[in-house]
């Protein structure tokens, strides 16, 4: 029993999204008072541009860890293109070794491209979004340099990418999980001591990124053992076309997805630091990281288990592959209604007792906040499920999110401010709903009542009433 929870996928992504959290946490009373409002801006936005140029990743992530899965269960190559149309349990037993290093060589030889592509992209658009907030600092020239470190360590964490994609494919979800969990403890040590001895928002943006290149390097060093337990051969990367245009089919797609979903979710942060005051700009900032972090926890249980996921689906293994996918997102749910309700009932009282720079948004800007979010994650949720059949359609719902999304902002900004910006996702989520369903659950051969009327109705249903007692809390 131990061993089982030991090697839980979930419970170590727990594991890790808490102690990431946490030291997260450390921080986070710091910054928010001993740092100057414009300090605090800076450090927000610095993770919001690492997140909109990660996009250059164009879903090749995703569908590399998928066909990795696909062919350490049995599936060959040839089946990949329909898989989609698979209704009938069949694999081999033993996986092709020569399909498994070509995926792994071709993948490595993408994410050297792709690393150019980030450090180039993150330093136009850090220069664009940061050269205005970064001259209310005393010393603007500290503020470039931290820049450059961060593009500099996310950019060797985007090189090496290719290793956890490797150990996500075959189901070491647990084992990485685990590993940066542990170091990430152990880099709560370093934090401690910046915090305590040597406090500034220089200290605390360099520690932060010694700390994932740390991580880096350990995930490396396990992925490399498990590699040579599985007898392949050295990875030496080589464009191998033929492969490449299969993994273009589908991975264009989810790039796509990436590029607008990330647009459409930080392009608020780039306008409200722009045309907002650094007050208004931080409020928004903070609450808007809050949010980002219960999605971070939500998805985490959701995508530990996306490789059992693609190999149930891969070989059209349905009588395991539903309960899986329910009781998956059953957890999912629940992580994100719970981290909610704690935010609801303690973040006022934490930031009043640690006499915080920041406050929270106004009360309908978290409600807004927080429907647009569950909306956004069960639309993922079903998106990503029906990838793992190959039936891609996530970037037309992207884009139908985005034409929505902008449209509502600009018919509403007048009126409503600040708030139109989850407002008009939270629209274009409805809008897009009839999408999804119609798009996405034939896929696994089912329905939307059918399978939802158990799962996201009455998550969406506890939320509204938990909405309905903060909205009446707030009206005494």
């Not at 992209?121 to 970064?134: D, H, S, T």
Request: proline share 2%; charged share 10%; with cysteine.
């Amino acid at each position: 029993m131990l061993v089982k929870l030991f090697n839980s996928p979930i419970l170590n992504s727990w594991f890790c999204s808490a102690v990431t959290l946490f030291s997260s946490v450390l921080a986070l009373p710091f910054v928010i008072t001993i740092l100057s409002i414009e300090e605090i801006n800076i450090w927000l936005l610095f993770s919001s541009i690492v997140v909109i140029s990660q996009s250059v990743q164009f879903g090749f992530n995703g569908t590399f860890s998928r066909f990795i899965s696909y062919v350490y269960g049995g599936v060959d190559i040839s089946e990949f293109k329909d898989l989609r149309h698979k209704n009938e349990l069949s694999y081999s037993v033993e996986y092709n070794k020569f399909d498994f290093i070509k995926v792994m060589n071709l993948m490595k030889f993408i994410y050297k491209v792709l690393a150019i592509i980030y450090f180039l992209l993150i330093l136009v658009v850090g220069y664009f979004v940061l050269r205005k907030p970064l001259l209310n600092l005393n010393d603007p020239n500290e503020g470039w340099i931290l820049g450059l470190i961060i593009a500099i360590t996310t950019t060797l964490n985007l090189y090496y990418g290719y290793y956890q994609n490797f150990m996500i494919g075959i189901n070491k979800v647990a084992l990485v999980q685990r590993v940066t969990g542990f170091v990430n403890l152990l880099g709560v040590g370093l934090i401690l001591c910046v915090l305590i001895f040597y406090p500034s928002l220089n200290t605390v943006v360099i520690v932060y990124q010694l700390i994932s290149i740390m991580v880096l390097c350990s995930v490396i060093y396990f992925s490399k053992k498990e590699y040579e337990i599985l007898g392949l051969n050295k990875i030496n990367g080589f464009f191998d076309k033929k492969l490449f245009s299969l993994v273009w089919q589908f991975a264009w797609k989810s790039g796509i997805t990436m590029l607008i979903s990330n647009f459409v979710r930080y392009i608020s942060v780039i306008f409200v630091s722009q045309m907002f005051s650094s007050s208004a700009s931080a409020s928004f900032l903070f609450t808007r990281k809050l949010f980002n972090i219960i999605e971070n926890f939500t998805m985490s249980s959701f995508n530990a288990r996306l490789p059992v996921i693609a190999k149930y689906r891969g070989v059209a293994d349905f009588d395991n592959l539903i309960p899986f996918i329910r009781q998956t997102q059953h957890i999912s749910y629940a992580v994100f209604l719970f981290s909610y309700s704690i935010i609801l009932g303690f973040s006022n009282y934490f930031l009043l007792f640690i006499n915080s720079n920041v406050d929270l948004g106004s009360y309908q800007l978290i409600i807004l906040f927080s429907f647009s979010t569950l909306l956004t994650r069960w639309g993922g949720m079903t998106l990503s499920i029906s990838n793992q059949s190959n039936h891609v359609v996530e970037h037309i719902n992207a884009l139908i999110v985005a034409f929505v999304y902008f449209v509502c902002i600009l018919i509403f900004y007048d009126n409503i401010g600040i708030i139109v910006f989850p407002f008009s996702l939270l629209i274009a989520m409805i809008f897009v709903a009839p999408f999804i369903i119609k798009n996405t659950y034939k896929s696994i051969f089912t329905s939307f009542w059918k399978y939802e009327k158990s799962v996201f109705i009455p998550a969406l249903l506890i939320l509204v009433l938990i909405n309905l007692i903060y909205y009446k809390s707030n009206l005494l």
